[in-house]
């Protein structure tokens, strides 16, 4: 069955649900009357195309077909999943809850994107209240892997389940949150810490831009990876929780927040924090702050995944799925011609100062496609475990063409020679629209025994393996280059 | 003048702050009488020496000498710092301070890590209130760059400008609290956060782990970067702030927290919180915790040094400071013999799974060297932006050694060729203590004219330059190595 989304409202949080599912390979329908609703949803689908692709090491889907609807009706009809993103309000909601259940079908199920009200409330005056659940995501939604499931007594473990399953699927984390309550969880520390900063800037005691930086410079950087109760934990010592909590408790009693009272939104305090944002940000567009905010996203949540940590750990099961779902490159039946070893798209980390790609990241590049190679011929992360593995003694790259951002990229490998303890791989760095031809790396791996750390012959099966391929590379013309040392420039 | 900083108390925090100063060259007496404080305060050096020289691009101090003393006095006598970080009981801090006052310089400066008292109420009973203030870091202290210095009516203007410029220099984020208040600024965000958190695992809304979920893969990502302020700017999309508070300002007469009220910390909720911690995070010892964090707190800056936002901004400005004390490898006065271009300790990042460093990063190690190399000949950042600079076009790498976590490295690079359009540089990779060669890199780099995109020569300044070095290293002997083509395995 094709897969179909419906996006009920085109804003900054249902714009980010179109592309999230879109880049995924589903198809999306939009229903937004307002006037601009295309504008708006193409550029955050802009901003997607250029950062989501940067968090997955292996190929994404194909995109999906994005359909612009007159009526709600078209748009619900053959989906799916139906997000609903209008303004908070419940009456609204209902009205277009309503709506939407007059159309779709009825196994499809209904997110709300609603950050504060209870699902038992959105299911009010519904015939079929349990397709309808709360599915509350984090801006930018098509980077911010959170996602809020909140059912009430309505819904069956059956549909719950279905639900976290394909938000799993489209690479967020599907926090099931167990007891519907006013604003769910994230929203509820959010609404905590907001009323505290209205304080603060009200009182005078520091302006928005003090305040941000009391949380980037400080705790924000401890709550990227780990939360409030690990990062306690931790903090109490060897003695852990019990002993943290024995030395803060004592200030639970102590006039530490202002938060038994509420500040009033006055027309005034409205403007001084509007004045004081401009002052911090306004230098830059939002357009700008966007993109700043989305590669320091990426790069923040990649230092996770090479720690194979929090979110990072979550990618990592995220490309499995993807790599299931998707021809992988690992897979290989025809050995005849080079192998294909590497397909990606540049990240934005990779590029340089002058604006291309990083030399660093061509090594890196090559070194990805040789991880693959070795998992092609068997020498695999359990082959590692095993205590063998293959080091890089020798590489020569030859960088021939300029590489920019967000291009495609695929490597070729030749294996040019090879022996029990070694083998000799070529690969060639391509444009794969283009054909062009971007580096070369030429590379001696030796086989080494991890414990001793010394060179050993491959395992048989490798061994076998290097061997078949070999059979047919050795066929193939030497590639242009190989086996040549640098010229010197004069 | 020696620079010496007094640590009273050396606990997590204490040990931090005493990392944080030896390790920016400083000699730090500490004065803590518990039995295990030389080891705690020792197990904290331990992770600071490995991470945080992982944030810095140019060579840290050397550090200073570490003194565990026997008497208050003994340790505060000769200090310009004096950082107390005793328990928190303002009885306790007025003792400790008042002795502290009682034997160190008039104008040394003491500050406290109080996470809660206000400056004035620590000055009470002081004759020299003047030289008291709150600087208050957060956990670890030798990472996060963020002490909030919280001076009173009785501290002089040039007391804090002092404190400030003392405390920039040992890399962290000085951030003045202009209006003293309970708990500061980031602490009350903290608290609110904390008793709201405490409700939801009483109500069993939610457990630890997924308290700490909703935050880690939610808006902590966000924090990490840009705090609540700016974040909310963007969600406001292109109406900004005003827009954004117009639309979530209602939720604040919503009943979205509970922290009209604050729970009661009964034992029942102590063990809960404990126990659920224990299933969340119980498989990691808090040394292990603690190493995670901190490589991740590395690379969650790294991130923003790349991208020259926040925290990175503030590192980079850092690396200035730190490459105008110490002896800079791009200031070269004797070019005879290959030059030092390169000196730096292996980051955790750059480990791969085999526990070494990665093969991408000895290219990466080779690439400092050669932007330190272009400084050298006059091809700096000014040169670049005038239009103009080297591009690698070949590079030839052999890895002769294996490389470990937080070993010192050094580059020293001859210049083998050179002409008008051409650099032919040959850097050797060494362990600098035992002079064990680790690795060899041979690049051929092209100068190029950025808005043609074609070579050309190079100005006759950095010509200049490169006629100067090359007329003394093409005495020396060609490296071993340079001008080899990679031999076949067989």
């Not at 401890?222 to 060897?238: C, D, K, N, S, V």
Request: net charge negative; aromatic share 6%.
């Amino acid at each position: 069955m094709k897969k179909i989304a419906a996006c009920i409202g085109g804003g900054v949080i249902g714009g980010g649900w179109v592309a999230r599912f879109l880049l995924h390979g589903w198809g999306v329908n939009v229903f937004d009357p307002a006037a601009d609703a295309v504008r708006k949803v193409e550029e955050v689908l802009a901003n997607a195309r250029r950062s989501l692709p940067a968090l997955a090491d292996v190929a994404m889907p194909e995109e999906g077909k994005l359909v612009f609807c007159d009526s709600l009706e078209a748009a619900v009809s053959d989906a799916q999943w139906i997000q609903e993103s209008v303004p908070e309000r419940l009456d609204l909601k209902h009205k277009i809850l309503a709506q939407i259940q007059q159309f779709c079908a009825v196994n499809a199920i209904i997110g709300s994107s609603t950050s504060g009200f209870k699902p038992s409330e959105l299911q009010q005056q519904s015939a079929n209240p349990g397709q309808i659940m709360v599915a509350h995501p984090f801006n930018p939604v098509y980077l911010v892997p959170l996602v809020e499931l909140v059912p009430s007594a309505s819904n069956t473990t059956e549909t719950v389940t279905k639900a976290q399953t394909l938000l799993t699927a489209i690479g967020m984390k599907a926090l099931l949150v167990r007891k519907e309550i006013d604003a769910h969880i994230a929203d509820r520390l959010l609404e905590a810490v907001w009323r505290e900063g209205l304080w603060l800037i009200k009182d005078d005691i520091a302006t928005t831009a003090e305040i941000d930086d009391a949380i980037r410079f400080g705790f924000g950087l401890r709550w990227a990876q780990m939360g409030l109760f690990e990062t306690y934990r931790i903090a109490g010592g060897e003695a852990g929780m019990a002993h943290f909590i024995g030395q803060f408790g004592p200030a639970l009693a102590w006039p530490w927040t202002k938060l038994m009272d509420v500040p009033e939104l006055t027309d005034e305090l409205v403007q001084k924090i509007a004045d004081q944002s401009d002052a911090q940000s306004g230098m830059h567009s939002i357009r700008e702050l966007e993109r700043i905010r989305d590669d320091n996203l990426v790069g923040i949540m990649r230092v996770q995944k090479d720690a194979n940590w929090g979110v990072g750990e979550m990618l990592k099961e995220h490309d499995q799925r993807l790599a299931e779902q998707t021809p992988s490159s690992v897979q290989v039946t025809d050995t005849s011609l080079p192998i294909s070893t590497y397909t990606g798209k540049v990240f934005p980390a990779w590029i340089d100062y002058n604006g291309h790609m990083n030399e660093a990241n061509y090594l890196h590049v090559m070194s990805l496609a040789t991880d693959n190679f070795m998992k092609i011929v068997g020498a695999d992360s359990d082959y590692v475990e095993n205590g063998q593995s293959y080091f890089t003694v020798e590489t020569h790259i030859r960088h021939i063409d300029e590489i920019k951002l967000s291009e495609r990229l695929e490597v070729k490998t030749q294996l040019i020679a090879q022996g029990p303890k070694k083998m000799h791989l070529f690969h060639s760095l391509y444009h794969p629209d283009s054909g062009k031809l971007l580096a070369t790396g030429e590379h001696l791996l030796l086989h080494v025994d991890l414990k001793l750390g010394k060179s050993c012959p491959a395992g048989e099966v490798v061994q076998n393996k290097l061997a078949v391929i070999f059979a047919q590379h050795c066929k193939l013309p030497q590639p242009e280059g190989a086996g040549n040392a640098i010229k010197g420039p004069l």
